[in-house]
């Protein structure tokens, strides 16, 4: 193991140690950094045609037994800046979990991010697959987003420049997502309704975070390997 300063770099790490399938092989340098600057400078530093993958909690990472021959950058622990703006904008670090987001969303009275309560990975891999869940997906809440490019910088890109899909964003170039800045809706009555809109015909049209983990739960498998759907929801 060697360390540079704020970052720590593991060589030949398992990738199975770090995705939620407990598989893959090994990867030639595993990145952790304590600071954004300490990653912007690493990775400024790396030569252009170094293979990078950036990981969350790798709950939607399949890596190959063979291996990764390139290096990894491991998000978790870094960018967890989670802040609210005003009345219902929230700017979120990519690091920050899904979980944490729906939680603080609901404990602002802000509706629109409940989906993400039951997603088991960090925003930068939401935004790089436009996480979704019970009719709620991540861009259309998405108003702008900060990112990093080889070169160290880190830019603000307008949601409208990302083109998105079901699990899919186009719109990244050599790039990765270090923040989003969320805009929600205001909670009017006491919950928000099903479509992630404030409350405001009857309450028997309404979810709440417990209401999904519980549908959830008896819907999907836990505590197993996997990343969860592998098919397209209708
Ligand atoms: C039990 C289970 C249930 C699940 N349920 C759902 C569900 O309901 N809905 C759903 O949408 N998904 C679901 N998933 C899949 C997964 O949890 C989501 O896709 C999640 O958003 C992935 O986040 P992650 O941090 O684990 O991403 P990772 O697996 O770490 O990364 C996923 C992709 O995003 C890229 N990436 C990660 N961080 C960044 C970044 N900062 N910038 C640019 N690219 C980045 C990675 O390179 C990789 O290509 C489920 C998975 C499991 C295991």
Redesign the pocket.
């Known amino acids: 193991m060697t360390k540079l300063s704020d970052i720590k770099i593991i060589e030949n790490e398992p990738m199975s140690k770090h995705t939620?399938w407990r598989a893959g092989g090994l990867v030639k340098r595993y990145v952790q950094s304590a600071s954004l600057t300490a990653l912007a400078s690493f990775i400024a530093s790396l030569p252009d045609n170094e293979e990078l993958?950036?990981?969350?909690?790798?709950?939607?990472?399949l890596v190959r037994d063979g291996g990764f021959n390139g290096t990894v950058i491991a998000?978790q622990g870094v960018m967890t800046q989670l802040e609210l703006i005003d009345e219902t904008t929230i700017y979120a670090g990519?690091g920050v979990a899904?979980a944490k987001l729906a939680r603080f969303c609901a404990k602002h009275d802000l509706c629109g991010a409940d989906f993400f309560a039951?997603?088991?990975?960090?925003l930068?891999?939401?935004?790089?697959?436009n996480?979704?869940?019970f009719g709620g997906e991540t861009w259309p809440l998405v108003t702008e987003v900060e990112t990093l490019n080889r070169r160290g910088e880190i830019n603000t890109r307008q949601a409208a420049e990302f083109e998105y899909a079901y699990?899919s964003v186009k719109g990244?170039n050599d790039e990765?997502?270090v923040s989003a800045t969320f805009k929600l809706t205001k909670k009017l009555k006491a919950r928000c309704s099903g479509d992630g809109q404030a409350a405001t015909g009857s309450e028997n049209n309404t979810v709440d975070i417990k209401q999904l983990l519980a549908k959830r739960a008896v819907s999907?498998p836990?505590g197993v390997a996997?990343?969860?759907?592998v098919f397209r929801n209708p």
Not at 53 to 61: E, F
Not at 226 to 229: A, E, K, P, R, V
């Open positions: 939620s993958l950036w990981l969350g909690l790798g709950s939607n990472t998000t990519a899904s039951g997603i088991p990975g960090l930068g891999g939401a935004l790089a697959m996480a979704g869940a699990r990244l990765w997502f999907q836990t996997s990343c969860g759907s």
